[in-house]
């Protein structure tokens, strides 16, 4: 410590003396005046006294442990942290558990034969059944795998493999019921004709075997003569019911066992200044090649002219809300009223119950012309696949995309940013062609948190906590 000498003030940041003058004598401006070095000394006071508060406060005061400040520890009342908003606080669980995501490979099918790829994969959450659909050229085969129930968790191998069908079909859509029904819409067949296949999937005995229902031992096919594009089955229900779209329209099976009721809706009609105007159905452009349900009485369906219509089973009639920037690709839903839409190059997320805007009566996305309706929330950075697939998680509020550099994109549902996770860093080998999220299962074996299914080229891998 520097010592004080009389008539001098010793400088910290010169580390110097200097002489202290008289007032009268200093001139204007001058640092080491009386009253200068007066002020000087007082600040010097004042920041020491505050150092030693914040010192004292720091070694008396009781400090929580961040630790308590995670999002999954529950504890932010009991903490005094500061109060935020549901849908932040819900973010903010879905960004931790994107942080914890690890890697797991879940099973590797059967070797397909060259330039065989693997399109829609499905668990069933009941029985863990892991269901793959592959294409190769017009040919298309529907496989399932049965866990090991002798292992603690749900676990596959080769020897439990069983092939369901295969034909010379172009299988266009896979799609699992609640109720444990599987339906494959398989189209462009040898005589140009399409059909769908319906079937129940067993559940395991008490023993761990699994047996199919005596009154199913032959597969059920629905011929049509129409198109078959894609296929969403209902959220509830005690009878499986799945909307499909086709190149004429939308329908919606329904049934059990052997007894099937395929049934046509209608299409809507646009009104404008009260003259009602039909859309030209005969065009390429308004076949239907995304279905989603908003809830057990409304189906949202997605054109290849970029419109969406909405329609409900209880009164019969629909109507366009939407209008996508390129032709629908893919339909998701987050709630009764948002739904996340891709396109060959857009990923949007719409809120229905905002006024429609940007309608056409013919658009067409690839016309200069061509208006879209303005999004709730767009997905920033999002780079996708020529055929882009993704899914989205309400229970994380997350997005996850399939890249065009075979990564998976993760964005956050209440702001569509970017959000940065073990998953997003790691890059397969081939394109990734399946992506879908699981929500926490309902057997004791399966995955008690949520996780993502991977698919790319015969390998399925499991993303979870």
Not at 151 to 156: F, G, K, V
Not at 237 to 263: I, K, M, Q
Not at 428 to 441: A, K, V
């Amino acid at each position: 410590m520097n010592r004080e000498i009389p008539g001098f003030y010793y400088d910290p940041d010169k580390k110097k003396y200097f002489k202290i003058q008289a007032n009268h004598k200093s001139t204007p401006g001058y640092q080491y005046s009386k009253d200068a070095v007066k002020r000087k000394r007082a600040e010097q006071e004042t920041r020491q006294r505050k150092a030693r508060l914040v010192q004292r406060s720091q070694t008396e005061n009781i400090r929580r442990s961040t630790y308590l400040q995670h999002p999954l520890i529950l504890a932010q009342r009991e903490v005094g942290a500061p109060p935020t908003s549901a849908s932040r606080e819900h973010e903010r669980t879905g960004l931790a558990y994107a942080s914890q995501f690890h890697r797991n490979r879940l099973h590797e099918f059967e070797p397909w034969p060259d330039q065989y790829t693997i399109k829609h994969v499905v668990r069933n959450p009941r029985s863990g059944i892991l269901v793959a659909s592959g294409h190769r050229g017009g040919e298309s085969s529907v496989s399932v795998c049965f866990p090991d129930f002798d292992q603690e968790n749900w676990a596959y191998n080769r020897t439990m493999e069983r092939l369901l069908f295969k034909e010379q079909y172009r299988l266009s859509s896979l799609s699992l019921s609640h109720t444990g029904y599987l339906l494959a819409t398989m189209d462009s067949g040898p005589s140009g004709d399409s059909f769908l296949a319906p079937r129940m999937l067993p559940d395991p005995d008490e023993g761990g075997d699994y047996r199919w229902p005596p009154f199913f031992s032959h597969p059920i096919r629905i011929h049509t003569t129409s198109s078959l594009w894609c296929s969403s089955p209902s959220p509830t229900g005690d009878v499986p019911r799945f909307a499909v779209g086709t190149s004429d329209g939308l329908y919606t099976l329904e049934g059990f066992g052997s007894c099937w009721t395929l049934s046509k809706k209608s299409f809507p009609k646009d009104i404008a200044g009260g003259i009602t105007k039909y859309r030209r159905l005969e065009s390429s452009h308004a076949l239907i090649t995304s279905v989603e349900w908003l809830s057990s009485d409304v189906i949202a369906a997605g054109l290849k002219d970029s419109t969406i219509f909405l329609h409900d089973i209880r009164s019969g009639g629909s109507a366009t809300r939407l209008q996508h920037p390129h032709a629908v690709t893919k339909l998701r839903k987050l709630d009764q009223y948002r739904i996340v839409v891709a396109g060959i190059n857009s990923l949007q997320m719409y809120d229905i119950r905002y006024p429609p805007n940007g309608l056409q009566r013919n658009p067409n996305p690839i016309s200069k012309h061509h208006t879209s309706t303005r999004p709730f929330l767009r997905f920033a950075g999002h780079s996708p696949e020529l055929n882009p697939d993704f899914d989205i998680s309400s229970e994380l509020g997350l997005l996850a995309s399939a890249s065009d550099d075979r990564t998976i994109q993760l964005f956050s549902l209440r702001t569509g940013e970017s959000v940065a996770s073990p998953l997003t860093k790691y890059q397969y080998r081939n394109p990734i062609t399946s992506i879908c999220f699981e929500s926490g299962s309902q057997s004791a074996h399966g995955p008690q948190t949520p996780g993502l299914l991977v698919c790319s080229d015969a390998t399925v891998d499991e993303w979870n906590w």
